[in-house]
């Protein structure tokens, strides 16, 4: 593990010293380089100073495995800019990838905190530097208060909890805290964080933002990894803190699936194609949310399902919406129509992820969600009710999407260039893995 950390590191220097026209092309062949080694992680072995199993080892192979992605989908919209701007987005993208890294082999819940927050600092400086519109400091400003000041009683617990056992707090040692109200003070302040991350529907106001806002870096990393953080800091707190009841649980479960259902109804009326992906990440999240709080073997099988499965998927939705853009200069879907008439390459890829967007069986999105359903309903059959509208309302605004970016008659009079072989490559290596997970599915679950 420590060697993948090292290598990753030296990605700095590198990408500051390489020549120009070797820039793209060393850095990305280096990253695939450490994503390869990083699949040797997934079967996890015992060391001393970092923290390693079945539940880290999936999200931090898609990490190293997102990293190359992001740098290929960068590469069209950077070459124009001057090669020092080019150089220091590069340099942030390595260092988000180190702090992510860093998060989830953390052996301490300390560790595991200023890694989390760390994170806040590269994505911010994506977003407000190489953000799009002129909104992009409002998005900045609701990522960074959002994140910050939920995080601040997660501080004051870590704090609590490393006063009790008076040593940092390490994974898998259980606190029992004085009194029941202590515990639920400890679970609020520990859960607020983590659902903001993930996020909940109420504390959801900031991911459209900076999606709409983001770069298409940015936008990867974000729906690929970064939310995925709220769910695999959940479950971790689940090792150390005491049980609790789940009927504890229930307005959180409640709120979480009514939330997916509300998100995915404001999909049907978005306008905008990366708000429409973002909304759906959303509703995603929420049947992720409502798994964890069950803490059956089955729930938490279904939330490392669809955690890795919404990672490739919604990254490759953002990647099509970047292509599309990228054309038109435009992601108002009423206005890129018709690019089956157009590039009907792209539009079988949109086929592709829509499909897997909507869980269509044997697809890794399709055992999650399956295994979630049967948690549900086997905690509570009246949850059968709000998933079962959640799917069909899915399936709709994945077709809406999908039709309305590529059928009807083109409304833009501009000149289309043709697919390059980099955003072909792209998606196959978006697609390629899931396919190959969904095969394998023990590796993940």
């Known amino acids: 593990m420590m060697k993948i950390i090292f290598t990753t590191t030296t990605l700095i220097p590198t990408v500051m010293l390489l020549k120009p026209k070797m820039l793209y092309q060393t850095t990305t062949a280096y990253s695939f380089m450490i994503a390869f080694l990083s699949l040797s992680l997934l079967e996890p072995k015992a060391n001393l100073h970092l923290h390693l199993d079945h539940t880290s080892a999936p999200l931090l192979s898609l990490s190293f495995w997102l990293l190359p992605l992001t740098i290929m989908a960068s590469q069209h919209a950077m070459i124009k800019e001057p090669m020092q701007r080019q150089r220091t987005l590069l340099t942030t993208l390595i260092l988000l990838q180190l702090f992510i890294s860093l998060t989830f082999m953390a052996s301490s819940l300390t560790l595991m905190y200023i890694m989390f927050e760390a994170t806040l600092i590269p994505t911010l400086v994506i977003i407000t530097r190489w953000g799009q519109q002129a909104e992009r400091l409002t998005a900045g400003t609701y990522f960074m208060l959002y994140t910050l000041t939920t995080s601040m009683p997660l501080l004051m617990a870590i704090m609590f909890l490393n006063n009790e056992t008076k040593t940092p707090t390490f994974f898998m040692q259980m606190v029992q805290p004085t009194s029941p109200w202590t515990e639920l003070m400890l679970w609020a302040a520990c859960l607020g964080a983590f659902l903001a991350k993930m996020p909940i529907y109420g504390l959801h106001l900031w991911l459209p933002k900076a999606h709409v806002e983001a770069p298409i ?49 404001i999909c049907l009326q978005q306008t905008d194609l990366k708000s429409l992906i973002a909304y759906s990440s959303i509703s995603h999240m929420g049947l992720v949310i409502a798994a964890i709080m069950i803490q059956t073997q089955w729930s938490l099988s279904g939330t490392m399902a669809l955690m890795i499965a919404h990672g490739f998927t919604s990254s490759a939705l953002f990647c099509l919406a970047n292509a599309t853009y990228e054309r038109t200069k435009t992601r108002i879907m009423a206005l890129t129509r018709g690019f089956h008439n157009i590039l009907p390459m792209l539009t079988i890829w949109w086929l592709l992820v829509n499909l897997m967007n909507i869980a269509t069986p044997p697809t890794m999105n399709f055992t999650g969600e399956l295994l979630i359903a049967s948690s549900l309903f086997n905690w509570c059959p009246t949850t059968l009710i709000m998933f079962g509208l959640s799917m069909l309302i899915t399936a709709s605004y994945s077709l809406h999407m999908f039709l309305s970016t590529q059928t009807g008659t083109p409304l833009l009079n501009t000149t289309m260039h043709p697919t390059h072989t980099r955003e072909h490559l792209l998606l196959m290596l978006h697609i390629t893995p899931l396919i190959m997970i969904s095969l394998k599915p023990e590796l993940v679950i």
Request: aromatic share 6%.
């Open 217 to 265: 870096a940015g936008s990867m990393v974000l729906a690929a990894i970064l939310l995925k953080l709220g769910g695999y800091g959940i479950i971790r707190m689940m090792q150390i803190m005491p049980t609790m009841k789940t009927d504890l649980f229930l307005p959180l479960i409640v709120l979480s699936l009514w939330g997916a259902t509300l998100a995915n109804l």
